[in-house]
């Protein structure tokens, strides 16, 4: 008995458990390779996906005699991959052309893992041809190509791994938008610009939290959070995507790629570009709210005429139905809804029509090699076209020629030739009227009557929707009546297809641009502070000084050019971050913040420091005009008028002594 036990020690044991031990075959299959594979989405290590794989293959062929002398394993490879197209596999297919490979067989350890769809039936045959067989563990032996009910079996397997992997993605789909709209979870990815992952706390997964996950929420980076409300800001002004692109180029405000190289180093950080001002305008994820499947993973056929080369992954926008939006805010928000819905409304007019309706719109900036401080800002009131710059000898003019209306313009009947306004005229004017309004002594009178604006405006936009509405039914109509009078109805399809776009978007912009919120004198008080010093950058008269104070009260004038009027507009725009507030707020509930001792007096004036708080005044409809206010006081005694019309001696006297130059250009122009 103990010699039969030290022969074969196992063999009492195995009989005590019942155990059938398989008798080795003494000419088995011999040498055998090997293949498995590994999906990034497995929650195993590849080392372990690697060890039970062989082993199961092991297992599986060392009855029949077969050894597994060569691997192949494929990393982070989906299953629905062609074998051409893994790294590993289309090694195995290249090996079986070397006669000397070493092996005649291929064990793999499951075949819903190695197999996808009919992905067999296209490899089986390359096996056969030279010569070597494949032994599938749910087959319970070697594949028979002439055996009817193998072929089955193997497409009824490659069916079960093409489901299995769909029912496994429509699982992690639903469970990650029921916590979008249930807690407002941030998924994963990268933060968008204005915004950081900081530490949440626990994983609420109880096994994540001991293996010590953590949860990642978002919060606001004040260093750049602030551009992204200038760039909401300035597009609601009027402004498109390139144009602030170039103005942030301009001030060298890093772009998102720039600040933060680590996230993105697949792009090189030059600056920025009109699609990254678009991105930011159509991310809703600055209202605060989570939103989750805007982008879309899709499987597209690399060959549409070659299907067997399978299939590749491309991002596309999802369908309405697929987006996700949490119920509650999940984060501080940048922007609020009402500003994001406004923009998005202007976006959708501006795209109505499509190329034909971009084409009418108006040029963005471009870079220059001078500066004029009116360019943007100038309009003719024939016209109602902003006036171009041009540098001549005696000065710097900004002109309107008329040879450059479109053919069947109302304006070309009553334009001049050419319509010229010097800029030094201007320029004196306009600071001579700004350095009024924001003088110490009479800011209280202008905050007023920015306050009163407020009342009386509608938002900026909707001067611009009701044009094209009422165009686009004036449209219709000719349609329509030329459809009565016998025009082929097809030929109009198109036309009125453009038509019903803008009128549609029109409406729209008209029907659900959201009133927009009134400040209090406070609020307004902080937007002034937050300009700085205006009358010190006025009288310095510095180019760049000038381009900040007027951009950041919009400025406009309107040249009347038969009356030498010239109207001049202000309507603030941006947001206050590190605003100064008036001790008429009563408490720091007004900007929506908590009271906190770090955020106290700043200095011994009148005016308390609340940093972090911001005024909202992009979509305010904040307007001041120098025909209403043209006598603002800074003393008792009368002061003249300020506003750019006739009646003003200097004005007078100055458009007087050029008005032979202004004709001698027109007259130039003109031949």
Same mark, same amino acid.
């Given at each position: 008995?103990?010699?039969?036990?030290?022969?074969?020690?196992?063999?009492?044991?195995?009989?005590?458990?019942?155990?059938?031990?398989?008798?080795?075959?003494?000419?088995?299959?011999?040498?055998?390779?090997?293949?498995?594979?590994?999906?990034?989405?497995?929650?195993?290590?590849?080392?372990?996906?690697?060890?039970?794989?062989?082993?199961?293959?092991?297992?599986?062929?060392?009855?029949?005699?077969?050894?597994?002398?060569?691997?192949?394993?494929?990393?982070?490879?989906?299953?629905?991959?062609?074998?051409?197209?893994?790294?590993?596999?289309?090694?195995?297919?290249?090996?079986?052309?070397?006669?000397?490979?070493?092996?005649?067989?291929?064990?793999?350890?499951?075949?819903?893992?190695?197999?996808?769809?009919?992905?067999?039936?296209?490899?089986?045959?390359?096996?056969?041809?030279?010569?070597?067989?494949?032994?599938?563990?749910?087959?319970?032996?070697?594949?028979?190509?002439?055996?009817?009910?193998?072929?089955?079996?193997?497409?009824?397997?490659?069916?079960?791994?093409?489901?299995?992997?769909?029912?496994?993605?429509?699982?992690?789909?639903?469970?990650?938008?029921?916590?979008?709209?249930?807690?407002?979870?941030?998924?994963?990815?990268?933060?968008?610009?204005?915004?950081?992952?900081?530490?949440?706390?626990?994983?609420?997964?109880?096994?994540?939290?001991?293996?010590?996950?953590?949860?990642?929420?978002?919060?606001?980076?004040?260093?750049?959070?602030?551009?992204?409300?200038?760039?909401? $800001?300035?597009?609601?002004?009027? %402004?498109?995507? #390139? *144009?602030? !692109?170039?103005?942030?180029? =301009?001030? @060298?405000? +890093?772009?998102?790629?720039?600040?933060?190289?680590?996230?993105?180093?697949?792009?090189?950080?030059?600056?920025?570009?009109?699609?990254?001002?678009?991105?930011?305008?159509?991310?809703?994820?600055?209202?605060?709210?989570?939103?989750?499947?805007?982008?879309?993973?899709?499987?597209?056929?690399?060959?549409?005429?070659?299907? $067997?080369?399978?299939?590749?992954? %491309?991002?596309? #926008? *999802?369908? !309405?139905?697929?987006?996700? =939006?949490? @119920?509650? +805010?999940?984060?501080?928000?940048?922007?609020?809804?009402?500003?994001?819905?406004?923009?998005?409304?202007?976006?959708?007019?501006?795209?109505?029509?499509?190329?034909?309706?971009?084409?009418?719109?108006?040029?963005?900036?471009?870079?220059?090699?001078?500066?004029?401080?009116?360019?943007?800002?100038?309009?003719?009131?024939?016209?109602?076209?902003?006036?171009?710059?041009?540098? #001549? *000898?005696?000065?710097?003019?900004?002109?309107?020629?008329?040879?450059?209306?479109?053919?069947?313009?109302?304006?070309?009947?009553?334009?001049?030739?050419?319509?010229?306004?010097?800029?030094?005229?201007?320029?004196?004017?306009?600071?001579?009227?700004?350095?009024?309004?924001?003088?110490?002594?009479?800011?209280?009178?202008?905050?007023?009557?920015?306050?009163?604006?407020?009342?009386?405006?509608?938002?900026?936009?909707?001067?611009?929707?009701?044009?094209?509405?009422?165009?686009?039914?004036?449209?219709?109509?000719?349609?329509?009546?030329?459809?009565?009078?016998?025009?082929?109805?097809?030929?109009?399809?198109?036309?009125?297809?453009?038509?019903?776009?803008?009128?549609?978007?029109?409406?729209?912009?008209?029907?659900?641009?959201?009133?927009?919120?009134?400040?209090?004198?406070?609020?307004?008080?902080?937007?002034?502070?937050?300009?700085?010093?205006?009358?010190?950058?006025?009288?310095?008269?510095?180019?760049?000084?000038?381009?900040?104070?007027?951009?950041?009260?919009?400025?406009?004038?309107?040249?009347?050019?038969?009356?030498?009027?010239?109207?001049?507009?202000?309507?603030?725009?941006?947001?206050?971050?590190?605003?100064?507030?008036?001790?008429?707020?009563?408490?720091?509930?007004?900007?929506?913040?908590?009271?906190?001792?770090?955020?106290?007096?700043?200095?011994?004036?009148?005016?308390?420091?609340?940093?972090?708080?911001?005024?909202?005044?992009?979509?305010?409809?904040?307007?001041?005009?120098?025909?209403?206010?043209?006598?603002?006081?800074?003393?008792?005694?009368?002061?003249?008028?300020?506003?750019?019309?006739?009646?003003?001696?200097?004005?007078?006297?100055?458009?007087?002594?050029?008005?032979?130059?202004?004709?001698?250009?027109?007259?130039?122009?003109?031949?």
């Amino acid at each position: 008995m103990t010699a039969e036990i030290s022969r074969d020690p196992w063999a009492t044991l195995d009989e005590l458990l019942g155990i059938e031990v398989a008798d080795t075959v003494e000419d088995g299959i011999g040498p055998m390779a090997g293949y498995g594979r590994c999906s990034t989405e497995d929650n195993q290590d590849p080392e372990t996906s690697r060890g039970w794989q062989f082993g199961n293959g092991r297992k599986f062929v060392e009855p029949f005699g077969g050894v597994i002398v060569e691997e192949f394993f494929d990393i982070g490879q989906s299953r629905s991959v062609p074998w051409d197209r893994r790294e590993e596999a289309s090694r195995l297919l290249a090996a079986l052309k070397n006669p000397y490979r070493g092996w005649n067989a291929v064990v793999v350890g499951e075949g819903t893992r190695c197999w996808f769809g009919n992905q067999f039936s296209l490899i089986a045959p390359r096996f056969a041809a030279y010569g070597v067989d494949l032994w599938v563990p749910e087959l319970g032996g070697k594949y028979d190509p002439r055996n009817p009910s193998h072929k089955m079996l193997m497409s009824v397997l490659g069916g079960m791994s093409e489901s299995e992997r769909q029912h496994v993605q429509a699982r992690v789909r639903a469970a990650m938008d029921a916590q979008v709209l249930n807690e407002g979870r941030h998924q994963g990815g990268r933060a968008p610009y204005g915004y950081e992952t900081v530490d949440g706390g626990p994983h609420p997964n109880p096994r994540k939290a001991v293996e010590g996950y953590r949860l990642r929420v978002l919060a606001i980076d004040e260093g750049s959070a602030w551009v992204v409300r200038r760039i909401f $800001a300035e597009y609601l002004s009027g %402004r498109g995507d #390139r *144009a602030i !692109a170039t103005g942030l180029n =301009r001030d @060298r405000i +890093p772009c998102p790629s720039a600040r933060r190289p680590d996230q993105n180093p697949h792009r090189p950080g030059d600056g920025w570009q009109g699609s990254t001002v678009r991105a930011i305008l159509d991310n809703p994820r600055y209202t605060g709210y989570a939103f989750f499947g805007r982008w879309m993973r899709q499987e597209m056929l690399l060959d549409p005429d070659d299907v $067997a080369a399978g299939n590749v992954i %491309r991002f596309r #926008r *999802a369908s !309405a139905d697929r987006i996700v =939006r949490s @119920r509650r +805010p999940a984060h501080p928000e940048i922007v609020s809804v009402e500003e994001f819905t406004q923009a998005q409304l202007l976006r959708k007019s501006k795209s109505a029509g499509g190329l034909k309706t971009a084409r009418k719109t108006e040029r963005a900036e471009r870079p220059t090699k001078q500066t004029y401080l009116f360019r943007g800002r100038l309009r003719c009131t024939v016209c109602e076209r902003k006036m171009e710059a041009s540098p #001549r *000898a005696r000065g710097m003019y900004y002109r309107c020629p008329a040879r450059t209306l479109p053919n069947g313009s109302p304006a070309l009947g009553i334009h001049p030739p050419t319509i010229y306004l010097r800029e030094d005229v201007l320029l004196d004017a306009v600071n001579k009227w700004l350095g009024g309004l924001f003088d110490p002594r009479n800011v209280d009178r202008t905050v007023a009557a920015l306050v009163a604006s407020q009342g009386t405006l509608t938002p900026t936009n909707h001067d611009s929707a009701r044009k094209r509405l009422a165009k686009a039914e004036q449209e219709l109509s000719r349609y329509q009546a030329a459809i009565k009078a016998g025009i082929d109805p097809m030929a109009l399809v198109e036309p009125m297809n453009e038509a019903q776009a803008v009128r549609a978007a029109a409406k729209a912009e008209l029907d659900n641009t959201p009133p927009p919120g009134h400040l209090t004198a406070a609020e307004v008080h902080a937007m002034i502070d937050s300009l700085g010093d205006v009358g010190a950058a006025l009288k310095g008269a510095k180019t760049e000084s000038l381009l900040k104070v007027y951009q950041g009260l919009d400025l406009h004038v309107l040249y009347k050019d038969k009356a030498h009027v010239a109207d001049v507009m202000i309507k603030p725009v941006g947001y206050v971050n590190s605003a100064r507030v008036r001790e008429v707020c009563p408490n720091a509930q007004l900007w929506g913040i908590p009271h906190s001792p770090r955020r106290g007096v700043a200095h011994k004036s009148s005016l308390a420091a609340v940093r972090g708080s911001r005024a909202r005044v992009g979509n305010s409809p904040l307007s001041l005009s120098s025909s209403e206010m043209t006598r603002p006081r800074v003393s008792r005694r009368r002061s003249p008028s300020i506003a750019l019309d006739a009646t003003c001696p200097a004005w007078s006297r100055r458009v007087a002594a050029r008005s032979k130059e202004f004709k001698n250009y027109s007259k130039r122009d003109s031949e």
